[in-house]
């Protein structure tokens, strides 16, 4: 099962790079605590020249579990976390984790309506929050009331930190009719779990085979779905990451935590292969080109994972600047599609290369890259990571293998594929095949050498800035304005890489296109990177027999309009 003959690409690999990893046989809970023995004095986390050291972050991961104990959490509860880039956000994973609790991550800017489609998924019953979202959280219906609400504020613990750095455009909340606005029935202060002695160190630690996160992700539909992951999926993926930057030393690296930590990338890069590597974690609650470059004037970064756009800002700020950016050794690009410009800009002002990966939620989220080694092949997402197989099948027919270079829907199997969608069956079957193989819904081509090149997505989805956008969610919402009778939603790609969300709209007889009053609209009920860029009016909506917006036809239709 490891010949080069069935695995073509591990010819590709960095020398040294092995075409397996040595499967995990602890939890991600025992990997912390090992980093922090081993790492005790060093630090672990930098949050605007504030540091902690492992050992602080192992103190506090047990008293914020006692704490939570304390609150009820017990193994298999699900705890949600709304929280940007902050040392809260680690501690609390872990402290989540060391009771066996499940931890499930949400986006703090979104919108109350869309973080109660997802509490009315996974019903945790014990929020932790940064406490500009809590209002959010408290306007759920009230036969959703969130039992408790831990509040964490970041300029009380971190009072050195500027206000202006911790802007984040965080929805108004939209007013509600009397009665339906819900009241939490506890509120408790971050500071108070904190204040909490140790957790018993005899309480039982989780299983390899439990169940660590639960990430929402669309998937090849536009409806959320939550990907159950396990504590041996991450820790085998932060392996695998490990083997990938096989120069990369333990207690040696500086990782910029930009990427949000509530995203699958941003999650086991930062907190998983992070902690794993006994890395110095320098932490930002969102990007910001300036912020960075002050950052790494103290503490340069050796690893600096993100998405095209941040590179290419922080390149070109750091050239107006004039200043080094040549300690970045290991660099990753994923999420969107990395232009050769981009390559070339950060490659001239950084100390290593800048390869493309890719990755999904429901894979941990990492399966392939390019190696860090001349043989990596710009404008393709590389080979197989270690210990990851793929094959090449035939859309309609998964069965079927397609000839070597011909296109076809990517599958992909290995230790970090996730386990299936929380409370979803008949969508766990559709992208999880009997024997392991989970569909990505991506359309690729593959050489002879394993690498691999997406050429189309049967999911729709939008990626913009990174992020994926669900058509269908952005429809229903134009179409609860009065003036819209129908509506549709594509990506326009960009020269820069990404798309630009765009919608046509049907309007209703008599009413006129009101873009700005349309985006207003968005705004109140979306995050902000959903909100369509562009609006155009259409006179009717494409449709297929069975009522399916076709979005392939709008695409054509409005794109060279724009």
């Known amino acids: 099962m490891t010949s080069t003959d069935e695995r ?3 010819a590709q690999y960095q020398p040294g790079v092995p075409a397996d990893i040595e499967m995990p046989t602890t939890s991600l809970v025992t990997m912390f605590e090992q980093s922090v023995r081993e790492a005790a004095p060093d630090t672990a986390l930098e949050f605007f020249g504030r540091r902690t050291t492992y050992a602080e972050l192992g103190a506090k991961v047990d008293r914020v579990a006692e704490g939570l104990r304390r609150l009820g959490v017990r193994a298999g509860d ?3 976390l709304v929280l940007p880039n902050c040392p809260q956000h680690v501690v609390a994973f872990y402290a989540i984790l060391r009771l066996g609790a499940i931890v499930v991550e949400h986006n703090p800017l979104y919108t109350s309506r869309e973080l109660r489609h997802l509490f009315e998924s996974h019903q945790a019953r014990v929020a932790i929050a940064w406490d500009k979202t809590v209002a959010a959280l408290q306007e759920f219906p009230a036969d959703m009331a969130i039992p408790t609400i831990v509040a964490v504020d970041l300029l009380a613990e971190f009072p050195a930190v500027k206000r202006a750095a911790l802007h984040l455009p965080v929805p108004k909340l939209r007013e509600t009719r009397r009665g339906l606005t819900a009241r939490t029935t506890g509120t408790v ?3 108070d779990l904190l204040a909490s002695p140790a957790l018993d160190a005899a309480t039982p630690h989780p299983d390899l085979d439990d169940l660590a996160v639960i990430q929402y992700t669309s998937g090849t539909t536009g409806r959320p779905k939550g990907a159950m992951l396990t504590h041996r999926n991450l820790f085998a993926n932060a392996l695998q990451g490990e083997a990938w930057m096989l120069d990369a030393e333990r207690r040696k690296e500086t990782i910029f935590a930009i990427l949000p930590m509530f995203h699958a990338f941003g999650m086991t890069l930062y907190l998983t292969f992070g902690v794993l590597k006994q890395a110095k974690l320098v932490l930002f609650p969102k990007f910001d ?4 470059l002050d950052a790494w004037k103290k503490s340069p970064a050796t690893v600096y994972c993100a998405v095209p756009p941040i590179y290419e800002r922080t390149a070109l700020a750091a050239k107006e600047r004039g200043q080094s950016l040549r300690s970045a050794k290991y660099c990753i690009s994923g999420a969107m599609n990395l232009p050769d410009h981009v390559v070339e800009l950060w490659e001239s002002m950084s100390g290593g290369l800048l390869v493309e990966g890719y990755g999904m939620t429901e894979s941990s989220p990492v399966a392939l890259g390019n190696p860090f080694h001349p043989s990596r092949r710009t404008g393709t997402i590389g080979v197989p990571f270690p210990s990851t197989w793929m094959k090449v099948v035939d859309q309609d027919d998964p069965t079927r293998e397609v000839a070597q270079g011909e296109a076809g829907e990517l599958l992909l199997k290995g230790p970090q594929v996730f386990q299936g969608y929380w409370h979803e069956s008949e969508e766990t079957a559709k992208s999880l095949l009997d024997d392991g193989w989970l569909r990505t819904g991506d359309i690729v081509t593959v050489d002879a050498d394993g690498f691999t090149t997406i050429v189309d997505r049967v999911k729709e989805l939008v990626i913009t800035g990174g992020f994926n956008v669900a058509p269908s969610e952005v429809e229903e919402v134009l179409r609860q304005h009065p003036s819209v009778k129908d509506a549709a939603v594509v990506g326009k790609p960009l020269e820069r890489g990404g798309e630009m969300v765009v ?3 049907e ?6 296109l ?9 705004r109140a009920r979306l995050a902000a990177y959903k909100v369509p860029k562009r609006i155009v009016a259409i006179s009717d909506t494409p449709r297929s027999m069975l009522g399916k917006v076709l979005r392939a036809k709008v695409r054509e239709q409005v794109l060279p309009l724009l």
């Open 514 to 522: 009101d873009e700005d009053a349309l985006r207003a609209h968005c």
């Open 78 to 80: 699900r705890v949600a």
């Open 289 to 292: 080109p300036g912020m960075v």
């Open 507 to 512: 309007l209703e007889d008599g009413a006129s």
């Open 189 to 191: 202060a971050w500071k």
């Open 8 to 10: 073509p690409w591990v």
């Open 503 to 505: 919608a046509a709209v």
